[in-house]
């Protein structure tokens, strides 16, 4: 463990220990900041973005360009640190890093189109333009279980568009977050012209992330999590009139419509439903199947379920991991206990290796048979539950399918055009991300990723995301000698 800590620069010391979800063992131990470290470091994120913003973009394109070689030259070591913090399969410890990766490639190229517009003046010898502009220091507070990833989303975009970062990574997960910290520092060694302190971590526990969220020297704080914890921060951010980018709760799902290609369904509800043993905020979570399949797919799945290889994810063919800690694992069986009241019929479920890992919490990935979309359904529970429903009719089930609170991912297999075309018409899926023949998770960071509802609206990674982390500015210039009012309104003296 320490050679793999050292490899990646990270040095551990402190009062708090880290330990890993796979046996509950004590893998690192890391100091929390104090609010007197937090006001610190805000004033430096000030002091480094003051000198961040006038460096030319593509300048700071090259800086994220850099950071994208130590990371790929990193990627092994970073992705099993990821593995053994979040407990997350190494195929997917390692596609994590690969997502950072991608978006520093997004990021550089960004650096050279951050576009603005002309626009049209009603006056004559008047240009009209809006220019983005640098924001300020960006907070970025992050879950635990896209402990790196999500950062690099907001930090790469943020650091192309001239902001200095300041992150609260989650407790659960503070040496991947110490680890990647020391990366940026090598990449920022080699560039050689950046202001000191231009992305920081800060350690702690919520009282952290709420000295983040109110203080209006950080004009956007982006935060990733739960839908309680976007409650709490979203209206702390607005009081001081700053912007949020929130994105929170899923309960992601799947129509599978009577022309699918069941095999392909089946291969996509396995990895959005039991990868990352259903700790993505993507995790496939309600299936609605057609009742003309019903009795072929749902045996099938669970056969499938009942030979899932679950273990250590160091192992290779494990493809369950742990559940993060104790408190995730109870909140599952609540969660089935209460959709058992429902009427739901549960397969799977169990917690598994307790005699291997007392300390760590394996459990039986579950299928919920459900007579219908009941609260505990409407619930998000970050763990893997797939509730499976019945339906008949196509209007029904996309109504169904809606009336969740949150929106983040959805996806219908189906190879009839008119079903495909209207789960993505504007009457269809009310999701940020709607797909066909895909499942709901494992995005690709070109596209904006987000949801509405109560995943919060917010929008990161690729399409015009960047807007989020700048300041819009409209300036006129006037070349003539004259000064015409707009709305022809006379004022002369
Ligand atoms: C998350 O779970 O917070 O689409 C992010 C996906 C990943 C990102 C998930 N690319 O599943």
């Not at 977050?177 to 050689?192: D, I, N, P, S, Y």
């Not at 231009?198 to 004009?219: F, H, T």
């Not at 479920?349 to 459900?370: C, S, T």
């Not at 008949?392 to 399918?401: G, I, K, P, S, W």
Request: net charge neutral; aromatic share 6%; hydrophobic share 40%.
């Amino acid at each position: 463990m320490n050679d793999l800590l050292n490899s990646l620069g990270v040095t551990t010391s402190g009062a708090t220990p880290a330990r890993s979800p796979i046996d509950g063992a004590e893998i690192g131990r890391v100091a929390y900041d104090d609010a007197g470290s937090v006001e610190t470091k805000i004033a430096a994120s000030v002091v480094a973005f003051k000198a961040w913003r006038d460096v030319p973009a593509p300048r700071r394109g090259e800086l994220v360009r850099l950071f994208g070689e130590e990371l790929r030259a990193n990627k092994d070591a970073l992705g099993r640190l990821v593995t053994l913090e979040a407990g997350k399969i190494l195929q997917e410890g390692l596609g994590e890093v690969q997502e950072m990766i991608d978006i520093c490639d997004f990021a550089v190229g960004l650096s050279r189109q951050l576009y603005g517009l002309t626009i049209a003046s009603e006056r004559p010898g008047h240009r009209m333009m809006e220019t983005w502009h640098p924001a300020g220091p960006v907070a970025v507070i992050s879950a635990f279980n896209f402990p790196v990833a999500v950062w690099a989303w907001n930090a790469c975009l943020a650091l192309v568009c001239g902001d200095s970062v300041i992150w609260k990574p989650s407790e659960k997960t503070p040496l991947t977050a110490l680890a990647t910290q020391a990366l940026f520092e090598r990449a920022v060694a080699k560039f050689g012209a950046a202001p000191k302190n231009l992305s920081q971590v800060v350690l702690g526990l919520r009282d952290v992330g709420e000295m983040l969220a109110k203080d209006a020297r950080l004009p956007v704080v982006s935060a990733t999590g739960s839908t309680r914890m976007g409650r709490e921060l979203g209206p702390v951010v607005a009081a001081r009139f700053g912007k949020s980018i929130l994105e929170l709760g899923g309960n992601n799902a799947m129509i599978v419509t009577p022309s699918a290609k069941l095999d392909l369904a089946t291969r996509a509800i396995l990895f959005a439903a039991v990868g990352t043993a259903g700790q993505r905020c993507t995790t496939l979570r309600r299936l609605f199947v057609h009742e003309s399949i019903y009795d072929k797919l749902v045996p099938a799945l669970k056969k499938v379920y009942a030979g899932l290889p679950i273990g250590s994810p160091l192992e290779k063919g494990t493809l369950v991991g742990p559940l993060i800690d104790k408190a995730s694992f109870e909140g599952m069986q609540r969660a089935l206990s209460n959709a058992k009241d429902e009427g739901g019929s549960i397969t799977g479920g169990a917690r598994a290796l307790e005699d291997k890992f007392p300390d760590g919490f394996y459990v039986h990935p579950a299928i919920v048979e459900m007579p219908d979309q009941t609260k505990t359904v409407c619930h998000e529970t970050f763990a893997p539950i797939l509730y499976v429903m019945k339906y008949t009719d196509f209007d029904a089930v996309m109504a169904r399918h809606n009336d969740v609170p949150q929106g983040l991912s959805s996806c219908i297999f189906t190879t009839n055009m008119q079903e495909a075309e209207r789960f993505i018409a504007a009457s269809g899926s009310d999701c940020g991300i709607a797909n066909v023949n895909i499942g709901p998770s494992g995005a690709e960071i070109g596209g904006a990723f987000g949801g509405e509802k109560e995943t919060g609206g917010g929008r990161e990674s690729g399409s015009d995301s960047w807007k989020a982390y700048m300041r819009r500015q409209t300036a006129t210039v006037n070349y003539s000698d004259a000064l015409p009012l707009a709305q022809g309104i006379e004022f002369a003296v």
